[in-house]
């Protein structure tokens, strides 16, 4: 039986079960939560202790309009655990494991066996993918869906039953992520790149298809409507609240920008939008080769349409994003990327191909050279380790850590704590946390209620500058405790007298 073993271990099912082997034992310790990854944990918690229907105010009604895939997984496994967040992190990263299988299949059926086996050591040892999948962010289960979602339309040109699975996964993955729902136009993309588009219109599977992607939604809807009053409203809500963005044309304070400064700005957006192409790391000649390749076939026309339209998309529909959140937007192309980028390992590692593929990557300087392409997967997974330790250790995250204990231990669980990390701080605390006020009247009410039992500012974050001026001035809030980093007061605990 080992023997067996041994023999289907080949060094890309090595490094795969190897780095996914350190991922799975590195997701058992807790990590410092981000505000996205908060939110998705505290929605599994809402879950668990309060149900389906949303009891609290606004602000929970935020997080309740989140995509509610990933924290109602996880809510399912808190039914057998109880809520913990190493509970979370491991949901988390069974689903990631998923995402590779999904992504094995996809290479398979859009090429060969050896394609897809080179995809799924092209995800798995992705730069981008190990920062995401090391928590709990709603792109991972968006990476399972979407691929099988491509897949399953890729079979019903074959088999048109494939069709009912198709609209299955297409709902998942908008419930993955909401943005996700283009993933729609990249299969009808392959459907009018096959030229099938008559075929399939005269199936009746397509309409059944159809029918079973809305049923899929119909709990959603109705989650939707006791919570809102609206079949939609939850993407009413959540699309509303995310209308801020981190970037402005406005370098000056209350001072319109020239039109060279608006020009400069979306030069600058449009640079940031087309970055995200070198989402493969180390392994892009792999992507860039393939891509040249396939970019006339079926498949490869396909998978460029995908990473292209999530690029342009996320461009019109949040311009004023930063760097890094283009990156982390365009990882609903990453099952792509890592098709592409296992073409190329394959086309240049093996000798399947022949023919015009062969003489096009004869020359390349990549061609056969294995140990080449193993260290380049290890500068990408290197990479990805070190970008999870950027990302964990920020001292915005780590920072607060023990002032949210001491704002546990301060407080009744009854009480509300007022901050502008209310994520986060509700995470770690167990109370109800709120955005503070941006408006001092409205601040001076809460506090007035008698449910505050504390103020919490960390100026790692965004926070109005009224408000901050209005609790420094006013003779209803005492400055309780000033925490200092760097010499600067970056955290201020506040409590109404």
């Known amino acids: 039986m080992l023997e067996t073993l041994r023999s289907k271990m080949d060094w890309i099912l090595t490094i795969i079960v190897v780095v996914n082997g350190i991922r799975g034992v590195l997701s058992a310790f807790p990590v410092p939560l981000t505000w996205d990854e908060a939110v998705y944990a505290n929605l599994a918690n809402d879950f668990y202790y309060f149900g389906f229907f949303c009891h609290q105010p606004l602000q929970v009604l935020l997080d309740f309009a989140r995509v509610p895939l990933l924290s109602f997984t996880i809510y ?3 039914l057998v655990t109880t809520p913990n967040i190493i509970v979370a992190q491991m949901v988390t990263f069974l689903i990631s494991l998923a995402g590779i299988y999904a992504v094995y299949l996809l290479g398979k059926e859009l090429y060969n066996e050896t394609v897809g086996k080179f995809s799924a050591l092209a995800l798995t040892c992705g730069l981008t993918f190990l920062i995401i999948c090391w928590g709990i962010l709603s792109e991972v289960p968006f990476i399972v869906f979407s691929s099988l979602f491509l897949l399953f339309v890729v079979r019903a040109q074959r088999n ?59 709990p959603w809807l109705y989650h939707s409507k006791m919570n809102t009053g609206e079949w939609l409203g939850f993407i009413r809500v959540f699309f509303t609240s995310t209308q801020t963005w981190s970037r402005t044309p406005y370098v000056v304070p209350f001072i319109t920008p020239t039109p060279l400064q608006f020009i400069l700005f979306y030069l600058e957006s449009v640079a940031y939008a087309v970055l995200p192409i070198f989402i ?32 342009v998309a996320y461009l019109l529909l949040m311009p004023n994003s930063r760097l890094v959140d283009f ?58 380790f070190i970008g999870v330790y950027v990302v964990r250790s920020d001292p915005g995250l780590t920072q607060p850590l023990g002032v949210y204990e001491y704002l546990k231990y ?50 790692f974050r965004y926070v109005p500058i009224t408000t901050l001026l209005h609790l420094e001035t006013s003779p209803l809030y005492q400055r309780e405790l000033v925490i200092y980093y760097q010499g600067l007061p970056y955290m201020i605990i506040y409590r109404p007298r």
């Open 280 to 311: 493969p790391g180390f392994l892009f000649s792999y992507f860039y080769i393939a891509s040249k390749i396939e970019r006339e076939s079926v498949a490869g026309k396909t998978l460029l349409f995908w990473i292209l339209m999530f690029m």
């Open 410 to 459: 301060t407080t009744y669980p009854w009480q509300i704590i007022l901050t502008n990390v209310y994520p986060m701080a509700t995470h770690y605390t167990d109370r109800l946390c709120l955005w503070i006020p941006n408006i001092p009247s409205w601040l001076d009410d809460w506090a007035n209620s008698g449910y505050v039992g504390a103020i919490f500012v960390s100026l």
């Open 327 to 384: 990156f982390r937007y365009n990882q609903t192309s990453l099952p792509a990327f890592s098709v592409l980028t296992g073409l190329g390992l394959a086309i240049l590692l093996t000798n399947e191909f022949n023919g015009n593929i062969l003489k096009r990557v004869q020359k390349s300087f990549l061609k056969g050279k294995r140990n080449l392409a193993v260290l380049l997967l290890m500068l990408n997974v290197t990479g990805g």
């Open 76 to 78: 399912l496994a808190y």
């Open 160 to 218: 048109p039953k494939y069709y009912v699975l198709a609209g299955v996964s297409l709902t998942l993955s908008f419930l993955s992520r909401y943005p996700g729902a283009l993933i729609l136009l990249v299969g009808l993309a392959y459907v009018v790149f096959s030229k099938s588009v008559k075929r399939t219109l005269k199936s009746p599977w397509l309409y059944l298809g159809i029918l079973c992607a809305l049923l899929t939604a119909v």
